[in-house]
């Protein structure tokens, strides 16, 4: 039941290490698009005083992720939940932190908007919201590999793609987040760091 990704067991303390600081004393993290579970399971056995929300739209993601809770013996870390980001309602109302790794450019931009709308509903003012993944800046590609990715990605659907930098950040503002914190991360990857005005 339990799924794993190579790139997560290799991301998941480079990420850790840029969230430490950032995360909230107390309260509840939500992770969109969590996947097999892997990077929430590291998450949360660092950060014992927090609880932590798994979701995911996928069915066997979810379960990947609580059988990944189940074995690791995580008190912390919810039942997965199933959200859509492109509705206007989530069945989480509220959190004090929301990441996101790796989804915006694996959907269509509609995605991107519906989440960065959501997290703008559920945090608090200076409440985290939190990116990571390939990204170009000033419209061009950081790395050939990322652009190769990119191709791919429009050839798997049209829909998909690396997301310019600058859009991302024009619609987190118009949303009312700060300008971010860019943190360069391993494998041509970038950390976005938003805080809620």
Known sequence: MKRQAPAAARNRQPILDVLQPRL???GLVLEIASGTGEHIVHYAAARPELTFQPSDPDADARASIDDWVRTLGLDNVRPAQEIDVTRAVWPVERADAV???NMIHIAPWEAAVGLIAGAARLLPPRGLFFLYGPYRRGGRHTAPSNEAFDADL???NSAWGVRDLETVIEQACAQGFSAPDIID???NNLSL???RL
């Open 99 to 101: 990441l996101c790794c």
């Open 185 to 187: 991360m391993p494998a």
């Open 154 to 156: 429009k050839r798997r």
């Open 193 to 195: 760091l938003f805080n």
């Open 24 to 26: 909230p004393r107390e």
